[in-house]
């Protein structure tokens, strides 16, 4: 089994910078595709991003790219997203996702998941 933690979240004016981490324990993720999803009030959880298990591939939604870069590190357990220029639609619960069994794009494809962090932008 895999425990995921995110942190790093809170309250940032639009046009700001937040880093969320992902601490993993139980089991190394080195071997493991890892995600962030967000999901906001009323809305379902939505694709953000996605790293190969050894940081060559990324692939992101189009709404961050350019602005949101995914990394890893594989010594640490620990996967991170680095948000810039933070718009209020970036508002949502950011949770990190390990071990995508088919389209990474889709949450119900992810074995373990966080229990989220809050990302709000206000503009």
């Known amino acids: 089994q895999v425990q995921l933690v995110e942190s790093g979240g809170g309250l940032v004016q639009a046009g700001g910078s937040l880093r969320l981490s992902c601490a993993a324990s139980?089991?190394?993720?080195?071997?493991?595709?890892m995600g962030w999803f967000r999901q906001a009030p009323g809305k379902e959880r939505e694709f953000v991003a996605v790293?190969?298990?050894?940081?060559?591939?990324?692939y992101y939604a189009d709404s961050v790219k350019g602005r949101f870069t995914i990394s890893r590190d594989n010594a640490k357990n620990t996967v991170y997203l680095q948000m810039n220029s933070l718009k209020p639609e970036d508002t949502a619960v950011y949770y990190c996702?390990?071990?995508?069994?088919?389209?990474?794009?889709?949450?119900?494809?992810?074995?373990?998941w966080g229990q989220g962090t809050q990302v709000t932008v206000s503009s």
């Open positions: 996702a390990a071990d995508p069994s088919g389209n990474y794009y889709y949450p119900q494809s992810y074995d373990y």
């Open positions: 790293i190969s298990w050894s940081g060559g591939s990324t």
């Open positions: 139980g089991r190394t993720i080195s071997s493991y595709a």
